[in-house]
């Protein structure tokens, strides 16, 4: 597609329960990220893949956080056992090789936990 | 560890100032720089891309400038208009495929 597309837009949990977010990066890009950005706070990366190779998971805050890949296509990033300390805008990015290619976000994934 | 700043935190000018807009990191060792804006409640949009060899980008009223030596980048808005009101945040990459760090943001409000 043309952009970076993430779904849902919105999603309210229940704490305990588990959640699942997708995002489809843009055609072609081979790396994908993941980043949360708390109410009023900057961007924490969480995870990123880049093609074949294993994934950076060095910013996931806790076991409870887990991402997939399949190839360089879409991406979901599933939460066990939500938080009410989960609650962020979960933001994915996909980008190109080479110098050229920034970062090209999408809208985010806003979770709130009750 | 790069660590990366953005000052002022917050900016408020009367619609037609200029803007300008600091960031600054800690590790010279970059591969390039970006600037973005985000609105309330709304994801990320690109607007500048500064690759290492680079020194500026421009793109309209924007300007952003790369000073890597002095761990330096910064964006001029010109002419500011109140659709400028967001909150402006750089970051950047230190290799190939790595993960972009991000500065705090600034956020700015144009008044009408």
């Known amino acids: 597609g043309a952009g970076v597309s993430q779904s849902p837009s919105n999603k309210v949990t229940e704490k305990g329960k588990d959640v699942e977010l997708r995002c489809d990066p843009i055609s072609g890009h081979t790396a994908l990220y993941w980043y949360r950005q708390r109410l009023g706070q900057g961007l924490e990366f969480l995870i990123y893949?880049?093609?074949?190779?294993?994934?950076?998971k060095s910013g996931l805050p806790s076991d409870r956080f887990s991402a997939e890949r399949t190839g360089e296509s879409v991406s979901t990033l599933t939460i066990q056992r939500t938080q009410q300390e989960d609650s962020a805008v979960y933001l994915c990015a996909s980008r190109g090789q080479g110098s050229l290619y920034g970062y090209t976000f999408g809208s985010g994934t806003r979770l709130t936990v009750v | 560890k790069q660590e990366v700043t953005q000052i002022p935190a917050a900016l408020s000018v009367p619609e037609g100032e200029n803007l300008v807009l600091n960031c600054s990191f800690t590790d010279s060792a970059i591969y390039n720089l970006q600037w973005f804006r985000q609105d309330p409640g709304k994801g990320l949009t690109s607007l500048l891309l500064?690759?290492?060899?680079?020194r500026e980008q421009t793109s309209g009223r924007l300007n952003a400038s790369l000073d890597k030596s002095s761990g330096r980048s910064t964006l001029y808005i010109a002419a500011s208009q109140p659709g400028d009101s967001a909150t402006y945040l750089c970051?950047?990459?230190?290799?190939?495929?790595?993960?972009?760090?991000f500065g705090g943001g600034t956020r700015v409000l144009v008044k009408p």
């Open positions: 970051a950047v990459i230190k290799a190939a495929g790595n993960k972009l760090t």
């Open positions: 893949f880049q093609g074949n190779s294993a994934p950076d």
């Open positions: 500064i690759q290492s060899s680079q």
